[in-house]
Every structure is written in structure tokens, then in C-alpha cells.
């Protein structure tokens, strides 16, 4: 088996690089088609393949399934300190957010969720999935757990709006205490699936479970990012 040759790879690789930090390759624009570029750079697809998966881990270029590769956009900054939704985030930082559902209902908590919230074996607890964009990317695929002994009839409301609102308005809850939990991941394929990729690529993924103004445990948060889309910061004021 003849081994991909490694200067070619780096050859394509500043290329690209080069046409995307000097704007001639747009953010969110199309990459042209992979035998085309293998054509321009008179390499064999499988060479021009290992660039591209290069720059795809520098959170450069992104690929979607049957759609192609993408010039990455500008990272979300997704601050822990600054106490904030997704809606909000997004519009803050001048961008367009989106939230589509994908399913809510109540079900058995798994042990893992049990443990989280400190509920007892066999309780139940009320799942939301959901589909989170920015600029009609999808970057977020989340799945929100919440103890239904705080947010009865929750299954009847609008639930692709924020959360966070709804708390508020509904059920007079505001978030207090949050603890996060972050480790790079390979996407499963529920989180891979919504956002058009292959399952098993890289993503990040946060874990937080949050308590109300009164310390108690109400919901924990499994999120699933693209790896390129956002950049983790905490600055405390």
C-alpha cells in the first residue's frame, strides 16, 4: 500500500489555509468538490482527503454528510462565568440563533441522570432533544433531563424556545448554582445525525447540571458541539 505523501499533504494544506486567512475562501462558503481539488493540486483524492481531514481537525473546514466541505465560520465564545441562554449568546456576539425540537417526553431516568440529580432508582424525568444553529448551521445538538417535580405540565409549552425563559415566566425558577463538566468526545450518533456528520467525529461535549435560587437540582444538560464552533472561556470580574 503506497503511503500518502506527506509534502503533498502540507502543500495543500498552507494553500487552503492561505486562501482562507486572506478571505478568498469565505466562512460557511463551499470548498469546491474533492476531484476537483485533487485536479488542482494534481494530487489523488486520497492525498487531498488527509488535508482536508487535517485542516478539519484545526477547526479550519468542516464536512457535512452528502453536502461536502464547508469553510469553518468564527468560533462562539461560550463563557462559563457570564450566566447566559444560547439565544442570547448568539444575538450578543452578533450572530443568528436558532433552536429546532426534536422530541420531548417523559421517560425512566438512567442511572447515569439519576445520579446527577440525586434522584432515587426507577424515577422519572422529562427528556427534551434538540437542535441548536448559528446562522442556519447546526452546531448544538443538546438533550436537557429535568425533574418533573419542578416543572409540571412543561410537556404542553412551546419547548423550542429558551429554557431558561420558560423557567422564569412559567414556573418562577432562576438558575443558581451550575457545575460543568468538559471532555473532547466522538459524537454518538443521535448528536452525529443531527448535525449532518458522521458518527464518531470529533465533538465537544459539556455536561451541566444546574440547581435553582434555592440549591435545589433541576436539570442537567448533555451538549454535544461541533469541535470547531465554539471557543470554552472563563473570566471571572
Sequence with gaps: MQSTPARAVTTICQALQEQI???LLVPGGKLPAERTLSEVFATTRITLREALVQLEAQGLIYREE??????????LTYDLIERSHFHAMVLDQGRAPATELLSARLQPASAVICARLRLPALSSVVRICRLRRIDGRGVLYAEHYLNPRY??????????QS???TYARDYGIRYGQV???????????AAANALRVSTGSPGLHITRVNSDQ?????????EYWRHDAIRIRACAG
Design 21 to 23: 486567512e486572506h478571505g
Design 66 to 75: 452528502r453536502r461536502g466541505w464547508f469553510v469553518a465560520p468564527e468560533r
Design 151 to 160: 416543572f409540571p405540565g412543561i410537556l404542553e409549552l412551546d419547548l423550542g
Design 163 to 165: 429554557l431558561t425563559e
Design 179 to 189: 457545575g460543568f463538566e468538559i471532555v473532547p468526545t466522538a459524537l454518538p450518533q
Design 214 to 222: 434555592h440549591g435545589h437540582l433541576i436539570d442537567c444538560d448533555l
